[in-house]
């Protein structure tokens, strides 16, 4: 039996999201007041597919084969003909490995993650949003608040003074329900109460992933609710097509589809500002070499408030009048020249956050053991531009009794 503290404290500590920890003194104010608390994690049986580890010992079902918060938590893993593989454990929708063959046949894990759900589980020791479906609301809120049905409600602030990813007990913390299991789709379900993290409505979110035999991950999140409230899902998986986390991704290849990004000031918050990529680093209408875009102009604002690449894109897939993006087009690609493994995403959605691992600091070791540097990994999080709530130009987040959600985003892989 493994035990852990698992708290308010705890979840007030996952203001390391992405390895950026709060002041001291932020941190004591907010712990005031906090109660102490204990889950366990005990060992149950039968929540994977099979409890035999992966051929290179890399994952094992038993390691997420355990209850959280006494709900059942377990390893599932989707494949098909061609050798893709991807494991995802109901703890936070996580997808945990992606396995795509490269150009020389040989399979690659091309996503960071850690090897036992426990890991993911240490909120003090390990707080990660690796692989994460992220929920209510992805990215970031300007101070917290928000305004639904009239009434503005102030969220926990986890971040520089803002909300990030729902807060510090958002849904990367928490245990998704499966609903539907097959050896090609995986359906998640999160039964979000009135009042979690403060956010109104009784919701309920569905993340069903499906793998093809082309392997493309789809990934649909649809939700409703019986109040006004704002939504806005993603998925945070880290790529590194390269397969091994000991190089950096400033040697892939990188395209964006948007002619335009929001620029954010020194708390990665949008200053409300829609800006042109022409003449910046953010122009990458054409594959270019990550670290050239980010190193060469390491002195431009943008790139030092973000410490590299931690920005939205407005993508030109994106149709404001018909507030639908189109999923026959590419919104952006990746692609290693080491491996010659490419990846393609498409969305419905009018933004797509790229963060390129900025603040992993070489202190969290993954699955294997290898220790995750700065810009070990890259994340291509399709969604609403952040701050979306308050700036009522933009898609707007806001979801209604009677409306339902839905967004959509495909991670198509292949071999160049």
């Known amino acids: 039996m493994i035990v852990i503290l698992h708290s308010k404290i705890f979840h007030i500590l996952l203001t390391r999201n992405k390895n950026r920890a709060m002041k001291k003194s932020q941190f004591k104010l907010m712990l005031s007041g906090c109660a102490l608390g204990l889950a366990v994690l005990a060992s149950c049986g039968g929540a994977q597919q099979n409890q035999q580890c992966d051929a290179n010992g890399a994952l094992c079902p038993k390691n997420f084969d355990t209850t959280i918060n006494g709900k059942k938590v377990g390893l599932y893993t989707l494949e098909n003909s061609k050798g893709t593989k991807v494991s995802i454990t109901n703890f936070g929708?996580?997808?945990?490995?992606?396995?795509?063959?490269?150009?020389?046949?040989?399979p690659q894990d091309v996503v960071l993650g850690f090897d036992k759900v426990a890991t993911y589980a240490d909120y003090l020791h390990t707080p990660s949003d690796f692989g994460a479906s992220i929920g209510r609301y992805a990215n970031r809120i300007y101070h917290g608040k928000i305004v639904c049905d009239g009434d503005t409600i102030q969220l926990p602030i986890n971040n520089f003074g803002h909300c990030?990813?729902?807060?510090?007990?958002?849904?990367q913390y928490q245990v998704y329900d499966v609903t539907e299991s097959t050896p090609n789709s995986l359906t998640l379900v999160m039964d979000s109460k009135d009042g979690d993290a403060n956010f109104p409505g009784n919701l309920k979110a569905t993340v069903k992933f499906t793998l093809t035999e082309n392997s493309e991950i789809e990934i649909d999140?649809?939700?409703t609710t019986d109040k006004e409230t704002v939504i806005n899902m993603t998925n945070h998986s880290y790529f590194n097509l390269n397969g091994d986390p000991n190089t950096e991704i400033n040697n892939c290849h990188l395209y964006i589809n948007a002619d335009k990004y929001t620029p954010v000031d020194s708390s990665y918050m949008p200053t409300g500002e829609i800006a042109n990529v022409e003449n910046t680093p953010f122009d990458l209408r054409?594959?270019?070499?990550?670290?050239?875009?980010?190193n060469l102009q390491a002195?431009?604002?943008?790139?030092?408030f973000g410490n590299g690449y931690d920005h939205n894109w407005c993508l030109n897939t994106y149709n404001a009048?018909?507030?639908?993006?189109d999923i026959t087009?590419?919104?952006?690609?990746?692609?290693?020249?080491?491996?010659?493994?490419q990846l393609d995403v498409y969305t419905n959605e009018p933004g797509i956050q790229c963060y390129s691992g900025n603040f992993l600091d070489g202190k969290t070791a993954g699955k294997k053991g290898i220790v995750y540097k700065k810009h070990a990994?890259?994340?291509?999080?399709?969604?609403?531009?952040?701050?979306?709530?308050?700036?009522?130009?933009?898609?707007s987040p806001y979801l209604k009794p009677g409306e339902t959600y839905h967004s959509y985003c495909k991670f198509a892989f292949s071999v160049k």
């Open 299 to 304: 002195e431009n604002e943008q790139i030092k």
């Open 286 to 294: 054409n594959l270019a070499e990550i670290g050239n875009k980010t």
């Open 221 to 223: 999140y649809t939700a």
């Open 321 to 325: 009048e018909t507030g639908e993006g």
């Open 329 to 341: 087009k590419i919104a952006a690609t990746l692609y290693s020249p080491v491996t010659g493994i």
């Open 164 to 171: 990030l990813h729902g807060g510090p007990q958002g849904w």
């Open 93 to 106: 929708g996580r997808i945990v490995s992606l396995i795509v063959v490269d150009k020389n046949g040989k």
């Open 377 to 395: 990994g890259i994340c291509l999080e399709t969604q609403k531009y952040p701050n979306s709530p308050n700036v009522k130009e933009w898609p």
